[in-house]
């Protein structure tokens, strides 16, 4: 069973920056897909950005690209989302999220393990 435990969460202004991290456990995370997704109050939870067990390729929503970067470590078991240039929009709890699946996707349903979510508040 995987686990996934995500850190790095807490208040920032606008324009700052923050770096969540999410480690893993319980599977071999070299094999794994992993996803950040989030969910603002009062809305649905969506996803942000994706990046292959390869480590070759990567996907962000359009509303975080060119702000966001996700990146991992396999030696660490771990991976890292930075964020920079944060928006109050931003605002969210942030999960992560593991896939064993074939192929790299954004869909939330492809996704068989997640992390309890951390806290984002990005303030004005």
């Known amino acids: 069973q995987v686990q996934l435990v995500e850190s790095g969460g807490g208040l920032a202004q606008a324009g700052g920056s923050l770096r969540l991290s999410c480690a893993t456990s319980g599977g071999t995370f070299s094999n794994l897909h992993m996803g950040w997704f989030r969910q603002a109050p009062g809305k649905a939870r969506e996803f942000v950005s994706a990046?292959?067990?390869?480590?070759?390729?990567?996907y962000y929503a359009d509303s975080v690209k060119g702000r966001f970067t996700i990146s991992r470590d396999n030696a660490k078991n771990t991976v890292f989302l930075q964020m920079n240039n944060l928006k109050p929009d931003d605002t969210a709890v942030y999960f992560c999220?593991?896939?064993?699946?074939?192929?790299?996707?954004?869909?939330?349903?492809?996704?068989?393990?997640w992390g309890q979510g951390t806290q984002v508040t990005v303030s004005s």
């Open positions: 999220a593991a896939s064993s699946r074939a192929l790299l996707t954004t869909l939330q349903s492809f996704y068989a393990y």
């Open positions: 990046i292959s067990w390869s480590d070759v390729n990567t």
